[in-house]
Nanobody
Framework: QVHLVESGGGLVQAGVSLRLSCAAS????????MAWFRQAPGKEREFVAA????????SYVESVKGRFTISRDNAENTLYLKMNTLNTEATAVYYC??????????????????WGQGTQVTVPS
């Protein structure tokens, strides 16, 4: 099993960029599909983006396509989410996840094997 710790969240103005990081420990990171989820206040946790073990396949929720980029560095055991042109809808706690799902499709939460503790992103109106 992999242990995950997110960082990089914060309070940012609309229109700016932010990069989240997820540091992983454990032997399985480099062979695991990984994903980012988010949970806004009063809403269910939703899928944001996924990437396969090599970084060669990705998928995104429609609302972030073209603005968010998921990537990974297996040598550094780190997952990233670059978020551009942030808007108020991005306000949420963002979670890193190790999954056993095909990264070419949105990952259902029940296919997550490990969750991080989350990092808060706030974009005030």
């Amino acid at each position: 099993q992999v242990h995950l710790v997110e960082s990089g969240g914060g309070l940012v103005q609309a229109g700016v960029s932010l990069r989240l990081s997820c540091a992983a420990s454990g032997r399985t990171f480099s062979t695991s599909s990984m994903a980012w989820f988010r949970q806004a206040p009063g809403k269910e946790r939703e899928f944001v983006a996924a990437i396969n073990w090599s970084g060669g396949a990705t998928s995104y929720v429609e609302s972030v396509k073209g603005r968010f980029t998921i990537s990974r560095d297996n040598a550094e055991n780190t997952l990233y989410l670059k978020m551009n042109t942030l808007n108020t809808e991005a306000t949420a706690v963002y979670y890193c996840a190790a999954t056993r799902y095909n990264a070419l499709r949105p990952t259902p939460p029940n296919y997550v094997d490990s969750w991080g503790q989350g990092t808060q992103v706030t974009v005030p109106s």
